[in-house]
Nanobody, 122 residues
Framework: VQLQAFGGGLVQAGGSLRLSCAAS??????MGWFRQAPGKEREFVAS????????GYADSVKGRFTISRDNGKNTVYLQMNSLKLEDTAVYFCAANSRTGRITTAQAFIEYWGKGTLVTVSS
């Protein structure tokens, strides 16, 4: 199983960035994003579960971030708009194939990708 995350970088506050996570090696039913800011614990950001396309977001990103999926490419995207300084973190892709919908409960995450750094500057 491989989860490859792309799209991190440096962006000014108020700007936008799109992260991608390409999954391979298994059939997944839910994918999502978590993030870990310096000195803080890793936290849930957003998830998408199919086939019924159920999405979930942390309160801190609702209305600014959008998670979506390209079924044909087995890729999940996180469109991040109106970025704030506090969005600075390493963002991790996560995927489940058996344990159901990805939520804030990290103990049930089956697969993790390597992180991609997002830095929001003033």
């Amino acid at each position: 199983v491989q989860l490859q995350a792309f799209g991190g970088g440096l962006v000014q506050a108020g700007g936008s960035l799109r992260l991608s996570c390409a999954a391979s090696g298994r059939t997944f039913s839910s994918m999502g994003w978590f993030r870990q800011a310096p000195g803080k614990e890793r936290e849930f950001v957003a998830s998408i579960t199919w086939p019924d396309i159920i999405t979930g977001y942390a309160d801190s990103v609702k209305g600014r971030f959008t998670i979506s999926r390209d079924n044909g490419k087995n890729t999940v995207y996180l469109q991040m708009n109106s970025l704030k300084l506090e969005d600075t973190a390493v963002y991790f892709c996560a995927a489940n194939s058996r344990t159901g919908r990805i939520t804030t409960a990290q103990a049930f995450i089956e697969y993790w990708g390597k992180g991609t750094l997002v830095t929001v500057s003033s």
